[in-house]
């Protein structure tokens, strides 16, 4: 049986050399295109000012105000008359208190006899530890011994700090503790002068000042059979518990 289609006529028999020569001019033709090359026309800019021969402001309308003028001086009298001075004035003659060349001063000669030296007696200080009669708290008066009433004075002083010791609020609020050293003096009349303090805050060394000076009047020390003052020392220790 023969075939009923030409095969001179077969359409699809080059299809693949038609697709590749297609392919192939549009591939061309996009690269073309891509190179192709434009360029910006330039652009004349004109710059044009414009000026006005007629420059018309407002102007505000303000008032004058018109002052009146000050009056002229006093004329003067038609008839001077001329008073005579009858009164004879004393003129003050300043006297120079320079002093020339020629003037001689004469030293002042002073005896030594005409001179009275006076003597300054300065209070001193004796320590509490070798001071020869200890101050007197109240309650050691009736021991005997320096060494029993320096005992009995450290004593109270103590019990003091214990009966009067008030922790700062603040300061325990903040967990602050430590020592605090307080040095005073015990004046002639046994009243406490001249506190000192050191320690880590300020407000713990506040409360031990405020201790310290709530001590009662003592009886004053004596050193050579005359009251003197005394310096004493003692550590106040702030520990929360």
């Not at 008066?141 to 005992?151: G, I, P, T, V």
Request: with cysteine; charged share 30%; proline share 8%.
């Amino acid at each position: 049986m023969k075939p009923k289609k030409n095969p001179n006529a077969d359409v699809g028999r080059n299809s693949s050399l038609y697709f590749m020569i297609g392919l192939t001019s549009i591939l061309f033709v996009t690269w073309q295109t891509f190179e192709v090359k434009t360029y910006e026309k330039e652009s004349e800019i004109l710059e044009i000012a414009q000026v006005t021969d007629d420059l018309k402001e407002d102007v505000p309308i303000t008032e004058i105000i018109r002052t009146t003028p000050p009056p002229p001086p006093p004329a003067a009298p038609d008839v001077i008359e001329i008073v005579e001075d009858v009164e004879d004035v004393e003129e003050t003659v300043i006297e120079s208190t320079e002093s020339s060349q020629e003037v001689f001063i004469e030293d002042a000669i002073v005896k030594i006899d005409d001179v009275e030296v006076g003597e300054v007696e300065e209070e001193e200080i004796i320590p509490f530890a070798v001071i020869e009669n200890v101050p007197v708290f109240p309650g050691c008066e009736n021991l005997n011994s320096e060494e029993e009433r320096k005992a009995c004075f450290n004593r109270k002083v103590q019990e003091h700090v214990r009966q009067n010791f008030k922790y700062p609020q603040s300061a325990l609020e903040m967990r602050i503790t430590g020592k605090v050293y307080v040095q005073f003096v015990i004046d002639s009349q046994g009243r406490v002068k001249d506190i000192q303090k050191r320690g880590p805050d300020r407000l713990l060394e506040k409360e031990a000042v405020r201790i310290i000076a709530a001590l009662p009047t003592v009886k004053p020390g004596v050193q050579r059979g005359k009251p003197v003052k005394v310096k004493y020392s003692i550590p106040i220790n702030f520990v929360v518990q």
